[in-house]
């Protein structure tokens, strides 16, 4: 048996399979939106893009189990760190939000978060306005090496679930600037290319 080498389909795959883009991902080039906390959108310094499983079906036999891929996706924690303002403007405001969401004195908290939130839903009627008010999507946009956007990743009904403490220390020489940290959930998450 003899093997038949075509030089010509060996080279052409070859220039097919090499990558039109050669630059790479700066990862301090980006911007983080989120509709319902604008102030803590524009101090992030940090934001991850979490991570996707889809867990095993497992099939028991009486040998070996066998694995098929899941049904069902899992999305990771979607985390942002922030610059905290000196009035501590965009810390309180994502505050609220979970104060809102979770109201721990009274069922009245969640639907006066809802009336401070109207003025960025000024044409919604009432009842979206009070949906938007519990979800709001995210943004993720990754930028090029010229600053341009490059890449979306939209968090799709994404509320905030930790906002981590913050420590004082008097003790520091140096001056260090106050970080928030905070956690959400979402849906899912979209990727859309420029």
């Known amino acids: 048996m003899t ?4 030089p010509n389909v060996i080279a052409d795959s070859w220039s097919n399979n090499n ?10 080039a980006f911007k983080f939106q989120i509709h319902n906390i604008p102030n803590t959108s524009y101090f992030c310094n940090a934001a991850n893009i979490p991570e996707v499983n889809l867990p ?5 036999t009486p040998f070996v189990d066998v694995g098929h891929p899941g049904d069902k996706l899992d999305y990771g924690t979607l985390m942002i760190r922030f610059l905290i303002q000196e009035d501590m403007k965009n810390f309180t405001e994502l505050y609220d939000w979970m104060v809102g969401l979770g109201f721990p004195e009274d069922y009245k908290q969640a639907g ?13 009627s009432p009842k979206d306005r009070d ?8 943004s993720l946009i990754l930028l ?15 509320f905030p ?3 981590q403490g913050l420590d004082f220390e008097i003790s520091t020489g140096s001056t260090e600037y106050m970080t928030g940290v905070a956690m959400f959930k979402y849906s899912y998450y979209e990727i859309e290319t420029f």
Do not use: H, I, W
């Open 161 to 163: 679930v930790s906002l």
């Open 56 to 60: 095993p079906a497992t099939q028991t």
């Open 19 to 28: 990558p039109n883009e050669l630059d790479y991902l700066r990862p301090n």
């Open 112 to 124: 006066e978060y809802a009336k401070t939130v109207q003025y960025k839903f000024p044409s919604l």
């Open 131 to 138: 949906g938007l008010s519990r979800y709001s999507d995210a």
């Open 3 to 6: 093997l038949d080498v075509k």
């Open 144 to 158: 090029d090496s010229n600053n341009n956007p490059k890449v979306k990743f939209t968090f799709v009904d994404s």
